[in-house]
């Protein structure tokens, strides 16, 4: 056997495993790019040995046998895959082919052919058979010649119309099309899973395909999915001649096209359309790995005909691979600002979706448990947009058959110490608290315990501080941070006001100009909103959002440092765990120097005030009970007991047959009511928090203050585009200083969009959902109109 042959015998049984793999279990082992690369070495190596070439050569055919689970479908018109271009000469050759095939001049106006353009979705191919304008059934692509009768799961497809709409449709009629899942529903579906205990999806296409093949179809119905159609298999009736035209015709009918569909002349329009849609890509609600060009005349169509696998008037011009393999060669830990040591893979460097790639994340320890990751291991890396490379899956039938000693020398293990500043590495214990009781699991998270005197968790804690969304210290970047910290300069945030002119003018990237406009940005810093500040200090799970809340609520620095996890829990979308997370820093020494030191260098915190009416007012007996969680105390038997009762001390002084007497409170809850308060540490601490209450002017009993509406509270608004007159981060304090909560993504429940220059899916989106839009000049007169400045 020659060697051609031999490997022509070894690339098919792999491509077969993979299809297998890919179109029958739904869990592929290679990414897409992969696949490609080996099944164009085999239609190479056939093209060269014609007499080696046999009809059961995955380059003969598509896809996969149907499951055996499933009715099978014989297509009458056979589904076929679409010949793939990944450089735009590849797509020139296609078109000059064409027009060869067509007898069109070359260079000429005249012999510039239209094709349809659409993008091409990442999701599982269906056929849907329509008789009299009834669906009669669905089937999958399968082999290309026979697929699986999945109609019963088809029919649980919301935008799959059970019945054709309007009249003029063929009698008969096949529309093909993508069931797949947009990534929100495909996010939410992964959530579910994991909450309850469920199989995790890889990704979009494997969600779809692992759906839409449920024998039990009540799973299919539960699952986000969608259908899109783009194109026709048999046909009993008359359509239009043009590809665009028949989608059209689909459309009015009620079937589901593309909203990115546009028709395109020649090869240049369409390469226009594959870097716009390319560069769109990211901000589409779903997954596409290519775009899809038709020829769009029909009779040209059927003038062309079609090769073994696919016809010669379609292709399908794929986007760099988003999915890669390569071998991990080791990983490494890194130390954040809050001391998290988290491992770093280091990859033998791959090109991925355009950019070499030579480091992905990891997570964290469960991530790499969940990977069962071995250094030396082969590895599917992803890169989508700008987000930082992942690793998704080992590809375990590539790992080499190590002994028991080198597994356990390439297994991943967290150090024992830090490797910037060598303080112990420790498990961080994470707190369950329900109903009166803690108790202790161990979270994913490893910690250096080396806090500031960790050289890392410094560097980081003055990056955030000074970064633009927090004190906006122009001028200092993380190599600068660095210099400052290597060279003793700065050991807290708080030295950096101390800062002189000699200290800064010798380091490195520092000239006089440059120091005098550091110290006048350090200088300007000096009166942040407390907002800013509170997002400044890096307090862990606290955002830009909870530090805006916790400063608009409380209205000052002294509130927010003293405040119990008890009434910081009044707060909306502040839980318990996060509570604790801000009482502990507040309560550290270290961090109360830090801030001590702060006021005394100058800061100056803006915006400060009273506690808002509204935080105020949101306190009754009732529910301070309910927030103690007392065991078998729900909201009704807190309800019962304030009214009983009247106050806290009461409640405390209360004895047993005091608490049977309460209307409808079992006997095991007034047990536990006793239990709780004959412990004198809960009682201290109830009226702890009763006493901050009322120092805050909080209590129930306190004076309430009239509310004042703001003019926007309730509404959603969102910011697309590029604002001339003020960025859109101004626009968006402002917009909350009116009480609207500004979202990133446009819904039916958002209230108006402003749209600057540049605007693109979210104008689209509001457009179709009929939100009120304003441009900028419009929006100004809003706020001027409010009596905004700006």
Known sequence: MTDAAQRILQLRAELDQHNYRYHVLDEPSIPDAEYDRLFHELKALEAQNPQLVTPDSPTQRVGSLALSAFGEVKHEVPMLSLGNAFEDSDLEDFDRRVREGLDLPAGDLFGSVEYSCEPKLDGLAVSLLYENGLLVRGATRGDGSTGEDISVNVRTIRNVPLKLQGEGWPQVLEVRGEVFMSKAGFEALNARQLEQGGKVFANPRNAAAG?????????????PLEFCCYGIGRVQGDLPETHIGILHALKGWGMPISRELKLAKGAQACLDYYRDIGQRRTSLAYEIDGVVFKVNSLAQQRELGFRAREPRWAIAHK????????????????VGRTGAVTPVARLKPVKVAGVTVSNATLHNMDEVARLGLMVGDTVVIRR??????????????????????????????VPEHCPVCGSAVERTQLVKRSKGKESFVEGSIYRCVGRLACGAQLK??????????????????????????DEGLVNSPADLYALTFEQI?????????????????????????????????????????????????????ARIRQALPEVLTYLPDVGLEVAHEIHSFFADEHNQGVI????????????????????????????????????????????????????????????????RQVERLSERAAKSLRDYFDDPANAQHALAIENQLREFGMHWQSERKQLEGLPLAGQTWVLTGSLEVMSRDVAKDKLEAL??????????????????????????????????????????AVLAGYGVAL
């Open 596 to 659: 001590g030191q702060l006021l005394k260098h100058g800061i100056e915190l803006q915006e400060e005030g009273d506690l808002h009416p509204e935080f105020a007012a949101s306190t009754t007996l009732a529910g301070f009970i309910t927030k103690l969680n007392i065991a078998f105390i729900a909201a009704t038997g807190a309800e019962r007991l304030a009214a009983k009762f009247g106050s806290v001390q009461g409640i405390i002084d209360a004895d047993w047959l005091d608490v």
């Open 384 to 413: 989508a947009g700008d987000v930082i490379p992942q690793v998704v899956q080992v590809v375990s039938e590539r790992r080499p058959n190590w002994s028991p000693e080198e597994r356990e020398q390439r297994s991943v293990k």
């Open 739 to 780: 009480g609207a909560k500004v979202a990133g993504s446009v819904s039916a429940k958002t209230s108006c969009v402003v749209a600057g220059p540049g605007a693109g899916s979210k104008l689209a989106k509001a457009n179709d959902l009929g939100v009120k839009v304003l441009d900028e000049d419009a929006f100004l």
């Open 211 to 223: 759906s839409l093949r449920q024998l039990d179809s009540k799973i299919t119905a539960s699952r």
């Open 460 to 485: 980081q804690a003055i990056i955030h501080f000074v970064s633009r969304r927090a004190m906006d210290i122009e001028g200092l970047g993380e190599k600068s941070v660095e210099q400052l910290v």
């Open 505 to 557: 003018v010798g380091l490195e990237g520092f000239a006089e100009l440059s120091t005098n406009n550091l110290l006048e940005a350090i200088e300007q810093s000096r009166k942040p909103t407390l907002a800013r500040f509170i997002y400044a200090l890096g307090i862990p799970d606290v955002g830009e959002e909870t530090a805006k809340l916790l400063a608009r609520a409380l209205g000052s620095l």
């Open 319 to 334: 986007f760099p691979a988003l999915e890669e393999l390569t071998e991990l060669l080791a990983v490494e830990f890194q």
